[in-house]
């Protein structure tokens, strides 16, 4: 079985989105979590599994409990990906702008 690490495609699927919310308030048993959805504790599981794979979140065991917590260090790495991807795309859209008026000003 091939293991799922890629952050992005954990983050594009809504359901894993709203499991990432959910544990960013605290720490959350299975059952607690599948309470929450309206699919079933077996589909709920597949996406913790993929949020662990990609170690988004993390398991620590409580007794006979399994929590889950969301690791704040790979939510960071995403953070530091989108602000970078933000300040390329804020770049790309200046020299598009600057295109567009050097386009304008030979109109005239």
């Known amino acids: 079985m091939e293991i799922r690490r890629d952050v992005f495609q954990a983050i594009a699927d809504p359901t894993r989105r709203a499991i990432i919310l959910l ?12 309470e ?17 794979e990609c170690e988004i979140v993390e398991q620590q065991q ?10 704040s260090e790979k939510m960071n ?11 390329l795309m804020a770049k790309r859209f200046d020299q598009l702008d600057d295109v567009l008026e050097q386009l304008k000003s030979q109109q005239k």
Do not use: C, D
Request: aromatic content about 10%; overall charge positive; charged content about 20%.
């Open 62 to 71: 409580q007794g006979r409990e399994i929590f889950y917590h969301l690791n």
């Open 36 to 52: 929450q959805f309206s699919s079933s504790r077996q589909a709920v599981s597949r996406h913790l599994r993929v949020l662990t």
């Open 77 to 87: 790495e995403i953070e530091v990906w989108l602000t970078r991807f933000k300040q």
């Open 23 to 34: 544990l960013a308030v605290g720490a959350m048993t299975p059952n607690a979590i599948a």
